[in-house]
């Protein structure tokens, strides 16, 4: 059909200058030298600007009205093809060239200020940047729509279906169950002993391991690879070349460990959507929960997890013998599953993540909506870490200035962290009940029948489906927090010894 290789020449010529988008941004990230950055913001800002130009074009609107009118023409996936490139078209159209010209410029601008001001904590120099964000932001939402509050038509870019009034409910079934629980768990997990993780653990042996616990995985580093960022990232130039990014602390051996591994979820999603997606707008996770889904699972369900360990543990003792020396199989296990109140996100223990989570929907509900005015994040922040997880940043450093996602215009996403948590244990579930060898399976290093399944279930489907029906079609089930809740309560309880 002349008309569907037509609208799909126009998506690859689109798809094609994303990805060159998205590896200028990864060598903004890795090794551009920090004079390079105003010609950076230049090119990424003229080619957001070349790609929204052409997807808000009438060619391509026209193009796909011709489709619309005769989908009982199409087969079913390239009935999706149309239907999620016209969400993808009517986004694009809704909004001004100008504000997406703003925006690039002030997120390029603002990712940039943070990572300057951030190690020395000035929230100062960086708020003006982190004003014109959210002043752009509320434009989009206005320009967007939405039908009950603004937040949705944020949300809605991320988390197709969900709706804030859903959300709310989620998150507040979620915390009902949490809270309790975490408070019951904190009462005994001060005395797990950690401090051997925060001995010096050389850097480059570390690296090795996570290069090894990623191939182990499956990620192809022939379409592939990883590099170091302050901030870790899974970023794709295509489905031949999805890179990743961690980062190393010598002084803490959990920040490079889980981070490679949650990268390396990622990164084994985009590396494995079904290859004729390839140039499409098909070739996109089902949404950003499940990706998180994906990352989390490879992080915690399998990377913290017992049997996993049992793989691992005798190796990583012969690569760090003075660090580990003396220590047994149940301390190391416990100690990276500590439960702990912390101030940084992405070094919480499973039970405090979510809670991250909910200062951050909130805040931004409130920054959104106007009721919090930027200037006065710090402290509405600091106060509602204290209130929700029991601690209070001393500076902003590991407080309001800790996560890039706000300074990169990404608000409305923090949500689909923890719904991610939430789709991965229901996934997980599924996966283990119809291998029932999985535990074994992990605890002798085989990895790929999980990566096998994951890939016919979640990974080739890619944006073909939605993620509720994909969630359904997968487990039978609706999103819920009650297999999470189960997941935790049954691993925290043995850990700690609890009823
Ligand atoms: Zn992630």
């Known amino acids: 059909m002349d008309k569907l290789n037509a609208l799909r020449q126009q998506l690859a010529t689109i798809v094609d200058l994303e ?8 060598d903004q990230h890795t090794y551009m030298p920090r004079g390079g950055l105003e010609a950076r913001v230049r090119q990424i800002t003229t080619l957001q600007g ?3 130009e052409r997807m808000a074009s009438d060619e391509l609107h026209e193009l796909l009205g011709a489709l619309e009118a005769d989908t009982g023409k199409l087969d079913p996936v390239d009935a999706r093809l149309v239907l999620v490139t016209r969400r993808d078209v009517d986004q694009a159209r809704r909004l001004p060239a100008e504000l997406v010209v703003r925006k690039a410029e002030a997120t390029g601008r603002a990712l940039d200020s943070w990572m300057v001001n951030r190690p020395r904590g000035d929230f100062g120099a960086w708020r003006p940047h982190l004003e014109e964000v959210f002043a752009i932001v509320r434009l989009e939402a206005e320009a967007l729509g939405y039908e009950e509050e603004a937040y949705d038509a944020l949300l809605n870019r991320y988390e197709p279906g969900m709706g804030t009034r859903r959300l709310r409910a989620v998150f507040s079934e979620l915390a009902e169950g949490l ?3 975490r408070r019951q768990v904190l009462e005994v997990s001060h005395r797990v002993d950690d401090e051997m993780l925060s001995r010096h653990f050389d850097g480059q042996k570390q690296w090795d391991l996570g290069l090894r616990m990623l191939k182990e995985m499956g990620y192809d580093f022939n379409h592939g690879r990883q590099d170091r960022s302050p901030h870790p990232f899974t970023t794709s130039f295509g489905l031949p070349d999805v890179r990743i990014t961690t980062r190393i602390h010598e002084n803490d051996f959990r920040a490079g460990l889980f981070g490679t591994l949650h990268e390396g979820g990622h990164g084994l999603y985009e590396q494995n959507f079904l290859p004729e997606f390839d140039r ?6 089902s949404s950003l929960g499940i990706h998180e ?3 989390r699972l490879w992080e915690n369900l399998v990377g913290r997890s017992r049997p996993y360990w049992n793989r691992w543990f005798g190796e990583v003792k012969e690569l760090f013998p003075a660090q580990l020396s003396g220590v047994g199989f149940q301390a190391f296990y416990a100690a990276i599953n500590r439960v702990k109140p912390g101030l940084i996100r992405v070094e919480a223990d499973e039970l405090s993540y979510n809670l991250h989570i909910f200062v951050r929907f909130e805040l931004e509900l409130r920054l959104l909506s106007g009721d919090l005015a930027v200037a006065d994040l710090p402290e509405a922040w600091d106060s509602l870490m204290e209130s929700t997880l029991g601690v209070r940043p001393p500076s902003p450093v590991d407080g309001c200035m800790q996560d890039m996602h706000w300074a990169d ?6 949500p689909t962290y923890a719904l ?3 789709y991965g244990v229901q996934i997980f579930n599924q996966a283990r009940r119809e291998m029932p060898a999985m535990d074994e399976d992990i605890a002798s290093g085989r990895l790929l029948p999980l990566k096998d399944w994951l890939t016919e279930r979640v990974y080739r489907p890619a944006r073909s489906v939605d993620p509720g029906e994909l969630l359904r079609l997968i487990t039978g ?3 819920s927090p009650q297999p999470w809740l189960a997941y935790v309560k049954n691993k925290y309880s043995e850990l700690y010894g609890l009823d």
């Open 409 to 414: 215009g990404s608000v409305g996403y923090f």
């Open 420 to 422: 991610g948590n939430l």
């Open 280 to 285: 499409s707008t098909l070739a996109q996770g």
């Open 477 to 479: 089930q609706d999103l």
């Open 50 to 52: 070349l790609i929204h």
């Open 293 to 295: 889904s994906q990352s």
């Open 179 to 181: 809270v309790p629980f």
């Open 19 to 26: 990805a060159a988008t998205a590896l200028l941004g990864w």
